[in-house]
């Protein structure tokens, strides 16, 4: 591999309040070190069918703001094949690409992990997902944005249940991951989480319930993590139902709107170390690592790492949430 001169960049996987600001920052960070920067469309699948353009200063001016990707993103099943990556790579080679930034998730770095070990191409992740989910930073790009939207949804069904004096299941997203539920119940002052982090070792419908909530509260929220392990907040209000049919139940799924929104100032400051580290990264050799921020420094975790799925959730949190709760 000679000396990088043509970044490509792609957004891929669900989309994350900061891509913009993580686009922004790696293509200016690229013109700035004299290296040509070309932006790929709708993740992988642009790769595939050579949607891509070259892009300037001003192709990422006015978008630190924005949610959403202005390259798009796609969910690519082609790329899951040898054939479909082979066909990416003479993309690249056509387009004079030498090195790829890729920014989504755990399945996004996965994608670009296998890549290159096929493929002579330094690859480089952003961590791009609002669920947390990614092992070696401590947060991803979009995190921060999708828990202050949580929060925003929380406060206001606070008010109805608090009228009503009603048990509410409010669901978040987090893709069998529980970062999203647990911080959004201890900031919005929720009751109980329910993530699938801790469902091996307890029933945590059981143990909310005999935590006694009403003896000092007539109105509750639970934030349940989506996932086929907890089986979500259809599947709790459906037991309450049928073992606890005193409680007035509700349920609140918040779906796709926790993954809109502007970039709130963490994310865009995340976004735009990120980026800019992720040209220092390609500059200095790197190859086939994320580039994650621990402690407030900018490191380089080995793609094997990040995604391996363990990323552990803290107990000291599940235990603040659980003490804060009475
Ligand atoms: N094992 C794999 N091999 C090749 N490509 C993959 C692999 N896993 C995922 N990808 C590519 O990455 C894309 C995005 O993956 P996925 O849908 O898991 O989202 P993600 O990046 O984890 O983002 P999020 O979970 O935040 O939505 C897939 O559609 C596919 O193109
Ligand atoms: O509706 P889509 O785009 O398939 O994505 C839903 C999934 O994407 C995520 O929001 C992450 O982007 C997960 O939390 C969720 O399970
Ligand atoms: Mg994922």
New binding site residues.
Partial sequence: MGTVKCVGILT???D?PGMNAAIRAVTRAAIYNGLQVKGIYR???GLITGEIQEFKSQNVSNIIQLGGTILKT???????TPEG?KVAHETMVKEGIDALVVI????????AR??AQEYDIPCIGLP????N?LFGTDTTI?YDTALNTILEAVDKIRDTATSHERLFFIEVMG?DAGFLALNGAIASGAEAAIIPECSTEVDQLEEFIKSGYRKSKNSSIVIVAESEITGGAMHYAERVKNEYPQYDVRVTILGHLQRGGSPSAHDRILASRLGAASIDAILEGQRNVMIGIENDQVVYVPFTKAIKNDKPINKELVNVLRTLSI
């Fill in positions: 891929s996987g669900g994350a993740g992988y699948k796609a969910r690519c099943k082609e790329f899951l990556r989504g998730g755990d399945g996004s770095l996965t994608g296998i890549f791009g997902t609002i669920d989910d979009g893709r």
